[in-house]
């Protein structure tokens, strides 16, 4: 049961909407079902009674404490909502509802003859409202401090009690959900998504990365968004609104939105809090193994960000597993940005599902556990790495390189909703599952045509190279969980994948211990695919290219037979991803 509380000032216009038809006439029957005394007049099924009424006798205790006294916004409302998966609740249960949550909210306490007037209505089978005025019998306000997170507890006990759909319990981090009326002006625009959440969208992209706080509004202004700051008399900015440009009010103002109505961590001094982290300075050669070949111009730029990327993410899950709670939160929240950086340079294919990934990992990077503040972020700079890089492309590179990040963000974000639930953070731990799913998804996606060819290369292996591979996978992982990933399917790619680096001089059983001891592979969907990832960019491996030959059968003893000329299954068939001949 879902409780949304508003505030106004004008109880006759709350009344007008809920005994009203709906925006699109939604509002079947409406009906009072409970009031505070019983006896309010009900507009809807009784003839003699009309909302005029009802607002007097609601607003009563309010024309009483008188103009000097009064209240900006003395409107109360509250609307519960059931799970689409609940069974229907009966009036009566509905009405005992209410009653519970206005009490527990403060707007009526159990045995208080003080309390403050309201009434509860009904339009529709899956929900009631609330209308309230919040000054009491004895004129003073109502103690409505903390009345959502009030509300919420008890909508929890009565889930409960009434073997309705148990939800997740806030801890006040959530961000503040578009209203119903955004809502409707999005469907008549033709719009899928809100003004509220395409700028949180622009202000987390235009975050992700950045170095200081000009950077930040550079980036807001070039991706088309209405950015105004609030200066003080000194001239210091000491915050910002954001609006989408060509949007405005009846007055013709721009809509705009300040940075706490779109989240709680992007407010300014938040914002300033993150800015004030100076990002990795490392760069993109040191993170690389020693001793490879780094032909320029082997990987594009966006290939080149996310195979680093891919480092600081399997580096940064470590963290999450140690007992440095606000390193790991710190890790949490800086995961975000390199996910809102992937959706806005993804391929269209993806950026789907990794901008859902974004929104849906955007509750979990906030809790009350405050992120530590390291004298470097790697993880931040990656952010940056692949917002420099630009957009990536359907060409083999850049498809290995994808599926490379992807295949360690998941990890990561799966560490991340296990780093939760043991904290006891409900919500962010079902927001990360909830990104995994989308993860996943992108994943199979950028994956499928890399994976596919490498599968095709391990199984064309002769035959004394394959088994050198399944003896060294043996001997990093012994008994039966060797066996396990000797018979996924993957390993055929991480065969070829041993294969070549031995080829290039590397030793495959290293390879695999190093790649091993990054943890979380008990998380991932298939060990091997993890693997096969890991130990290509440990060995710095060139993509497969239509030219490129399997390896042949070393001589005993040697580990870097010459290959000879042979045909791979290309990983991309389209004209513009033709490999070049090396």
């Not at 009030?150 to 909508?155: G, I, N, T, V």
């Not at 990794?354 to 004298?375: F, G, K, N, T, V």
């Not at 927001?431 to 989308?438: C, D, N």
């Amino acid at each position: 049961m879902v409780p949304n509380i508003t505030r106004g000032s004008r109880t006759y216009g709350l009344l007008a909407y809920l005994y009203g038809p709906g925006r699109r006439d939604e509002h079947v029957d409406p009906h009072l079902i409970a009031s505070w005394d019983g006896y309010a007049p009900d507009p809807g099924r009784d003839p003699a009674a009309s909302l005029k009424q009802l607002q007097t006798v609601l607003d009563m205790r309010v024309d009483q404490r008188g103009k000097r006294r009064a209240l900006k916004k003395h409107v109360w409302h509250c609307s519960l909502r059931t799970d689409p998966g609940d069974r229907p609740l009966s009036t009566e249960e509905w009405a005992e509802a209410a009653r519970r949550v206005v009490a527990a909210a403060g707007i009526a306490p159990d045995g208080d003859p003080d309390g403050c007037r309201w009434v509860a209505v009904r339009h529709a089978e899956d929900h009631v409202h609330i209308a309230a005025t919040i000054v009491r019998g004895d004129l003073l306000k109502a103690d409505i401090e903390h009345d959502f997170r009030r509300a919420q507890a008890e909508c929890r006990k009565i889930e409960k009690e009434w073997g309705l759909r148990r939800l997740n319990p806030g801890d006040g981090t959530a961000a503040k959900e578009p209203t119903n009326r955004e809502k409707h002006k999005a469907t008549r625009l033709g719009r899928e998504d809100t003004s509220r959440q395409l700028l949180r969208d622009a202000v987390r992209q235009a975050l992700a990365g950045a170095t200081d706080e000009e950077e930040f509004f550079a980036r807001l202004e070039t991706a088309g968004v209405l950015v105004q700051r609030k200066a003080g008399p000194s001239g210091d900015v000491l915050g910002y609104s954001v609006a989408v440009v060509g949007e405005h009010d009846s007055d013709g103002k721009p809509v705009l939105f300040g940075g706490y109505k779109l989240a709680p961590d992007l407010t300014l001094p938040r914002i300033r809090q993150r800015l004030a982290v100076p990002l990795e300075e490392r760069a993109d050669e040191e993170r690389q193994p020693q001793g490879v070949d780094r032909t320029p111009g082997r990987r594009s730029a966006p290939a080149r960000a996310r195979f680093a990327a891919s480092n600081a993410v399997d580096e940064a899950i470590d963290v999450l597993d140690g007992e440095d709670d606000a390193a790991a939160a710190g890790i949490i929240t800086d995961t975000g940005e390199v996910l809102d950086a992937l959706a806005g340079t993804a391929l269209p294919a993806q950026k789907a599902q990794l901008l859902a990934a974004a929104r849906a990992y955007e509750r979990a990077s906030r809790s009350h556990i405050r992120a530590a503040s390291a004298e470097t972020r790697s993880v931040r700079s990656a952010a940056r790495q692949i917002l420099a890089g630009g957009y990536t492309t359907n060409k083999a590179p850049d498809a290995t390189a994808a599926a490379t990040l992807l295949a360690a963000l998941l990890l990561l974000v799966i560490a991340s909703s296990r780093w939760h639930a043991e904290r006891g953070h409900r919500q962010q731990a079902a927001a990360a599952r909830a990104t995994a799913e989308h993860l996943r998804a992108a994943y199979r996606q950028a994956a499928t045509r890399p994976m596919a060819a490498l599968r095709q290369r391990g199984r064309q292996l002769p035959r004394p190279v394959r088994e050198r591979q399944e003896q060294a996978l043996r001997r990093v992982v012994p008994g039966e969980a060797g066996r396990r990933l000797l018979a996924e399917p993957e390993f055929d790619a991480l065969a070829a994948v041993l294969a070549e680096a031995e080829a290039a001089g590397h030793d495959p059983q290293a390879l695999l211990e190093r790649a091993r001891s990054w943890r979380e592979l008990g998380s991932a969907d298939s060990v091997s695919a993890v693997l096969t990832w890991r130990v290509r960019r440990l060995a710095d491996l060139p993509v497969p290219t239509r030219t490129q030959p399997p390896v042949r059968a070393a001589a005993p003893g040697r580990a870097d037979a010459t290959p000879p000329p042979a045909t791979a299954a290309p990983i991309s068939t389209t004209a513009s991803d033709a490999p070049r001949r090396r």
